[in-house]
């Protein structure tokens, strides 16, 4: 069964605290992305990966940065967490579609930061 | 970014089917309609996509309409588990083939 893991299912955090949200797949996939995901707002998108050490700005990228440096591990970095960085955090991947496929993302469970 | 537009909430009964809709009236001629769900506290699932012709897998069917411009996913017979968060989405083939934007989803209540 594919699957997409996040380190921590839920974690608390001060103001100002350095944090690493660590999202590992097992299926090659090529595309790794972060979503955040926030009551009345949906989901968007802060970055995605399309190979090893590239990483694309996605909606919202301001306050995160990212590290690939393996295939199949993304990790979304908060430098200094604030309070308005209190989420849902979610990974997911996808396999290269190719030249008119269709892009299916699989979703870890998520991870709930709390920033106090 | 491509936009769809979805009722905010539906309601259905146990064993019943179950059809939600969907508009995407900016769509282009290679851009996929895709559904997935959300489950509560979980990550969203994907449950179908397609292109211009009407696809079934086991979870679903997905009827698009023949101008493109809609399409409805069909739950042949609900049931309790299938109350979530559906999310339909537009994979815009004319900007980045990685990014889909998900939109607020359609809530669907599943009545015993």
């Known amino acids: 069964d594919v699957k997409v893991t996040q380190s921590s299912r839920y974690l608390v955090k001060r103001t100002g605290e350095k944090v690493f949200l660590e999202c590992v797949q097992d299926?090659?996939?090529?595309?790794m992305f972060w979503y955040r995901q926030d009551p009345g707002l949906g989901l968007r998108l802060i970055y995605f990966?399309?190979?090893?050490?590239?990483?694309e700005k996605g909606d919202i990228p301001e306050g995160y940065s990212v590290s690939r440096e393996k295939k199949e591990r993304f990790s979304l970095i908060l430098e200094s967490a604030s309070t308005n960085q209190t989420s849902m955090y979610l990974c997911?991947?996808?396999?290269?579609?190719?030249?008119?496929?269709?892009?299916?993302?699989?979703f870890g469970a998520g991870s709930r930061l709390t920033v106090l | 970014d491509a936009k769809t537009t979805q009722p905010n909430s539906m309601e259905s009964n146990e064993e019943e089917p179950v059809h939600l809709p969907c508009n995407h009236s900016t769509i282009s001629g290679t851009d996929y309609i895709h559904w997935y769900r959300q489950l509560p506290s979980q990550g969203p699932e994907y449950v179908i996509h397609?292109?211009?012709s009407n696809v079934n897998n086991r979870m679903a069917s997905l009827a698009i309409a023949e101008d493109r411009k809609s399409s409805t996913l069909i739950l042949h017979r609900a049931t309790l588990r299938d109350a979530a968060v559906y999310y339909c989405i537009q994979e815009n083939s004319g900007g980045s083939n990685y990014k889909l934007t998900f939109g607020k989803g359609t809530l669907l209540t599943v009545n015993p």
């Open positions: 397609g292109l211009t």
């Open positions: 299926m090659d996939h090529e595309n």
């Open positions: 990966s399309y190979d090893v050490k590239m990483k």
């Open positions: 997911a991947s996808s396999l290269y579609p190719g030249s008119g496929g269709a892009n299916v993302l699989t």
